[in-house]
């Protein structure tokens, strides 16, 4: 039996696993990583401490699994988007500290770029529906304007992947479906645009070489494969970004399927050989791990960390029992929820603790516990902030029906996709019948272990992505329930117009 490794580095930790060739999962390993606030605005996080967790998590793997290292043939990364790692010209890491894709420090270098070009003409091209200051090319420049010396000693900046790419190989390179979040990547043609690149005042090699998801890079180094026990004939394949990884691992990979993603962030997204544009709602596009096709989305940076703040600052009491009896304490937050009632006893709680997205009024908007009194408990908050979240979606997928052809089943996967309360929300809330399929959380993993395995060989394709996701679990909707949240619905949206609105004057008035 032949093996092959993925690196899934999500915002709040790497995950490493172990899948065999026939896309089963024989072992995993998570730590956590650690997101830095250093400004207001500013979200960063250490490649080096990336790093580390690969070379752990890979020790620790082979420490749960009864796998000889020699039959692992293939590696592959997943990575959270719109990195900015710089490399400098002798090849060290240029900066200690790097911005993430929720990094905000660049609105100044939109404004000034947006009076240069039209900003719908760039959407339409790009895909780029996130806040526009979050993409890769408008950090790069605000490191030319801000930080010149070492913008001027870097040879190229790569994505969060691509450094662990580049530490496993020495290789410097990126794939299609993460170059398309760069800022200056042209959908259609599937190449960086020279002209915007030169407009944005930057240069061609500010951005890395482009490779098919599938393409082998390299191999991995002596070194490094001696210091992990891994094999010095394991291929390296360039990966993708986590939404493109997410997608092939849900078995989004023909036209028209689509998923929920539940993580730190969330997200609805319909993979189809048309990338889905608007640029009144702005869904965000970016490649998928097949060269060609897309996968557009609309969604909420904020729904597991929303939730990880709730249970860290709401309920850290649950962690404490955690420690002491293994009890999971989101499982004991979903029972503490379901002492409340559909509506939370009229709270509304607006997710949008890390930052807005495009489905917000304006960039300022932040979240809110709307309509507290005395009567309310901590069931009552703990059931309106999971609410929040299928109703921010919600948003979310209404709009992506206005421009998109989507069935009445919902796959949902991610962590968040565990609870079974959770999903009978989604369920009542969207209207739809909501499976779980047999991949679940580790769909994005999964994603990557497909680009190890077609570089490798062992698959000719994505195809087998489709039978693995198998439906293990569904949740269908109460219509009753429909009901009465689609009536709540409309306060949410109201309250989520309005926290735009509050933010906006708060940030006039507090200048």
């Not at 002491?324 to 009229?346: F, H, P, R, W």
């Not at 807005?356 to 059931?383: E, F, P, Y």
Request: contains cysteine.
């Amino acid at each position: 039996m032949k093996y092959v490794i993925a690196y899934d580095l999500g915002t709040g930790g790497l995950k490493t696993s172990l899948f065999d060739e026939q896309g089963v999962s024989a072992a995993s390993d998570f730590k956590q990583i650690k997101t830095y606030y250093p400004a207001p605005e500013f979200r960063e996080q250490k490649p080096r401490e990336w790093w580390e967790a690969v070379m752990s998590g890979t020790k620790d793997l082979f420490a749960k699994a009864k796998v000889k290292p020699g039959d692992i043939v293939a590696a592959a990364v997943s990575g959270h988007s719109l990195g900015v790692v710089p490399i400098a010209k002798d090849g060290s890491l240029a900066s200690e500290y790097v911005p993430i894709w929720t990094d905000g420090r660049a609105p100044g270098q939109a404004k000034d770029i947006f009076e240069e070009i039209n900003e719908e003409a760039w959407y339409m091209k790009t895909g780029n529906g996130f806040p526009a200051y979050l993409y890769s090319a408008f950090k790069i420049r605000w490191y030319k304007e801000n930080k010149p010396e070492l913008y001027h000693q870097v040879q190229t900046f790569i994505g969060t992947k691509d450094y662990l790419n580049y530490r496993l190989t020495g290789v410097l390179a990126t794939d299609y479906s993460y170059a398309s979040g760069s800022g200056v990547y042209d959908l259609i043609k599937c190449n960086y645009d020279q002209d915007y690149i030169r407009r944005f005042g930057l240069k061609p090699e500010d951005f890395p070489p482009l490779r098919e998801s599938r393409d082998i890079i390299g191999k991995i180094k002596s070194e490094v494969a001696r210091e992990m026990g891994l094999p010095e004939h394991l291929l390296i394949a360039a990966g993708g970004v986590d939404n493109a990884c997410m997608a092939a691992g849900a078995g989004c990979v023909e036209e028209g399927m689509a998923y929920t993603s539940l993580g730190t962030s969330a997200w609805i997204a319909v993979s189809s050989h048309k990338p889905v544009l608007n640029f009144k709602t702005k869904p965000y596009v970016f490649g998928h791990l097949i060269k060609g096709m897309y996968v557009s989305a609309e969604g909420t940076f904020s729904a597991g960390n929303t939730f990880r703040w709730v249970r860290d600052v709401i309920c850290s009491d649950l962690l404490e029992i955690e420690k002491k009896t293994g009890e999971d304490a989101y499982k004991l937050m979903d029972e503490i929820a379901q002492q409340s009632e559909i509506g939370a006893k009229g709270l509304v709680f607006n997710p949008t603790m890390a930052g807005a997205c495009s489905l917000d009024k304006s960039v300022n908007a932040k979240g809110a516990i709307i309509g507290l009194d005395l009567q309310h408990t901590r069931s009552d908050i703990v059931r309106a902030a999971l609410e929040g979240v299928c109703l921010a979606l919600k948003m979310a997928l209404e709009e992506l029906k206005k421009i998109a052809r989507l069935s009445n089943e919902m796959l949902i996967v991610g962590g968040g996709g565990k609870s079974q309360y959770w999903r009978q929300l989604f369920a009542d809330i969207y209207g739809m019948t909501i499976t779980e399929s047999a991949v679940g959380e580790i769909a994005g993993s999964l994603g990557a272990a497909a680009c190890a395995a077609i570089g490798a060989g062992l698959w000719k394709d994505y195809g087998p992505l489709i039978l693995l996701n198998r439906a293990i679990n569904t949740k269908t909707c109460n219509r009753e329930n429909y009901e009465r949240y689609n009536r709540i619905f409309q306060v949410y949206r109201k309250v989520s117009e309005q926290q735009s609105e509050i933010a906006d004057y708060k940030e006039e008035v507090l200048k």
